[in-house]
């Protein structure tokens, strides 16, 4: 039985240019395993969704550090839904106030990672979510 490794997109969406620790992540989820697509800064969720949907991505990973998260999370999940990819889960890593957190979670964000996560943990959140879903 071969198995296939997990693909994560991680995308910088908006006009942060903060991108030291998408790089970072992604470095961890490669070296974890993974197959990584990074898209680099300024993204808009309609580049995010078109590039979620032609590199056939299990999860999206958006790196948030301008507070414009709670504007483009609904809007990127809206270009995913509407593209036909409801099934792949969106995690959130960046700066994101606590009171945040849980209506990101109502908005469909299945994990928030804010600064100073372990990359352990980022992965084996992500290998979770993959896990339930093959369930």
């Known amino acids: 039985m ?3 490794a997990i693909r994560v997109l ?3 969406p908006g006009l942060d240019g903060h991108d030291r ?3 970072v992540i992604a470095r961890a989820l ?9 898209t680099g800064l300024r993204q808009t969720p ?13 999860v999206v990973g958006l790196s948030i ?9 609904p809007r990127i999940r809206q270009e995913l839904d509407a593209n036909g990819l409801s099934d792949i889960s969106i995690i959130v890593g960046g700066i994101i106030p606590d009171d945040d957190v849980s209506a990101l979670s109502e908005m469909g964000v299945a994990a928030v990672f804010g600064p100073g996560t372990s990359t352990e943990n980022i992965v084996t959140r992500i290998r979770e979510l993959i896990g339930a879903r093959q369930a």
């Open 2 to 4: 071969t198995t296939t």
């Open 10 to 12: 991680i995308a910088k």
């Open 21 to 23: 620790g998408a790089k």
């Open 30 to 38: 490669r070296d974890a395993g993974m197959e990584v697509i990074y």
């Open 46 to 58: 309609e580049m995010i969704a078109e590039a979620a949907l032609q590199e056939d991505v299990d």
């Open 65 to 73: 550090l301008s507070g414009a998260h709670m504007a483009l999370v």
